[in-house]
């Protein structure tokens, strides 16, 4: 097999020297920094559409045999991911194999060169659009208007193709879009969020850069503050990363109580609550209940707390009809509203001072 070729990603080519030394290096950083993501981002989509090709063949040559491509995926992901971890489950590896079949031209099988313009999280958005055409539009706007991988998924939810089409005003279609996805197209960290990625490097996710610095000194100070409550709370996860066909996700923090005998999830907002923040924590829950839950535990618990205290501070959510439950016997072992909002503005003025005194010393 001939080496697969890869896109210049010299950076030397897009220096241009200016006058201004801070703007230069920053620029380098920058462009150093996208195209080495970038370069990963493609070795990434090379890998799984490899692995998905390599899945078909075994399926073309088991196909007699009834059931054997799940079995070979069964089999192939516990035992990956006993090896390599995280990121080999079922769900992907099926994934793989259906990047191959929807995209067979994205490597030249003849000169084996690759011909991959996307990232795998681009092309994992792409593989929800089962039209054929729409979806080529999709890859082809995407790679050409430089999408994020964000400003793609909400283009493919709100049915922006579809919308284009039958628009007899068309700019007014887009100009709309462009304006509801800027913020999309101007987040630098992208790539840098991007789970998927530190998967692929064998790296732990790094999502310290998704909350800013009053959000990390709450949320490390509400976990030493229910873990001092005395009320049966065991520290279980932080940040700890779920996702779904469409989203990753990051809950601040996961605990179990082995009073109550379930788990209590607890999310941390910087605005107003909102209905849906706590539809995410419903969401949150059922994932749990599914996953998580043992036979013998309770239903998850789910807790969403907002930063602004003269507004709501929490919302309670537990789901399959138990609101007397959670009324009778839930709220003995939770903290109360009221101990929640003292806790959240002693770390806000704590916060507020520590930063104070870290200007005047600087």
Known sequence: ???????????????????????????????????AYHAVDTILSQRNWLIGCRIAEEEMDGAARAGYGTNIIKQLSRELTAKYGKGYDRSNLYHFLRFYKEFPEIVDTVCRQSKIRLSWSHYRALLQVLDVTARKWYEKEAYEQTWSVRTLQRNINTQYYYRMIQSQEKSLVEQEMLKNTSDFQNDK??????????????????????????????????????????????????????????????????????ILKCFVLIDLKTAKITHQDVGQMDMYIRMYDELKKGADDNPTLGIVLCTETDEDIARYSVLHGNEQLFASKYKLYLPTEEELRNEIETQKTMFYLQQKEKRNLD
């Open 189 to 258: 960290m992208e790539f840098i969020k991007n789970p998927v990625i530190a998967e692929f490097l064998g790296l732990s996710s790094n999502t310290d850069f998704t909350e800013t610095e009053l959000e990390t000194s709450i949320i490390s100070n509400l976990q030493k503050f229910l873990m001092e409550l005395g009320k049966g709370y065991a520290f279980v996860a932080r940040q700890q990363h779920i996702k779904t066909e469409k989203e990753n996700y990051f809950i601040d923090l996961v605990f179990y109580n082995y």
């Open 1 to 35: 097999m001939n080496e697969i070729q890869f896109e210049d990603t010299d950076i030397m080519n897009a220096y241009q020297k200016s006058e201004n030394i801070l703007t230069d290096v920053q620029n380098i950083i920058e462009t150093s920094q996208r195209q």
